[in-house]
């Protein structure tokens, strides 16, 4: 594959940023149980190696910027929920959550390496200034969530939604070990973790939010939990 040229213009920069997250991606998708080294990432960007590091350090922050942008990708998305003039439901909730962090392939095992490793092997400086920009974005959909459900509480939306992405992620992780371990525990008929994630974590989920917000009743029933903006008083 012929090597691209340097990328010059800001948008170009930003082209070239989003191409070799791109490869990451589709490297990480295809072998979700390791990292892809800066030299296949650049073989599959159709970059010099030497061009992949002038954007990333090492593999450990190009996953990190991989994970980062699935996560924006989600606030965006759940913020023009909340600006909707109307009530909003659980459905529509959950529905940006699972088509961002649960139904992308490799999302829930990209959150899984990026959660781990800036507890290691990532350096404190990048793990700090992605946890700073993270959490001025949850800061912000927490304030607009707490104007749908004003029972919240200052402070409790933001908290509501990291109780949820914790959520998201540990189950996955209880239900999804990795593959040798997975075929021991099926050989061992370990049905504890043989679950359906879709509808394990929707019910999780959902009890979360109902028992913070408005707890219901019936939890087998289709989801009654609504915000109450834009409704006349």
């Known amino acids: 594959m012929a090597l691209k040229q340097r990328a010059i213009a800001v948008e170009d920069k930003e082209e070239r940023r989003q191409a070799i997250l791109d490869a990451a991606e589709k490297l990480f998708v295809k072998h979700p149980e390791r990292m892809a080294s800066v ?75 990026c959660f781990a490793m800036m507890d290691r092997g990532m350096p404190l400086e990048a793990a700090v200034a992605f946890k700073l920009r993270i959490g001025a974005i949850v800061a912000a959909a927490g304030t607009a969530l707490e104007r749908h459900f004003p029972t919240l509480g200052s402070g409790n939306g933001a908290r509501l939604l990291q109780h949820s992405l914790a959520l998201i992620v540990g189950l996955w992780q209880f239900v999804h070990p990795n593959q040798r371990f997975a075929r021991a525990l099926d050989r061992a008929g370990a049905k504890v973790f043989m679950r359906d994630y879709d509808h394990e974590i929707r019910a999780a989920i959902y009890a979360l939010w109902s028992g913070t917000i408005a707890p219901l009743a019936d939890m087998d029933a289709k989801p009654r939990l609504k915000s109450v903006r834009g409704k006349k008083s």
């Open 39 to 113: 030299s296949e990432v650049a073989e599959a960007a159709g970059l010099a190696k030497g061009t992949v590091y002038l954007y990333f350090p090492g593999k450990e922050e190009m996953l990190l910027a991989l994970h980062e942008r699935h996560t924006r990708a989600f606030f965006s998305h759940f913020m023009e929920l909340m600006a909707a003039d109307g009530p909003v439901g659980f459905d529509e909730i959950f529905a940006v959550a699972h088509e961002h962090f649960i139904a992308p392939p490799g999302a829930l095992a990209l959150t899984s390496w």
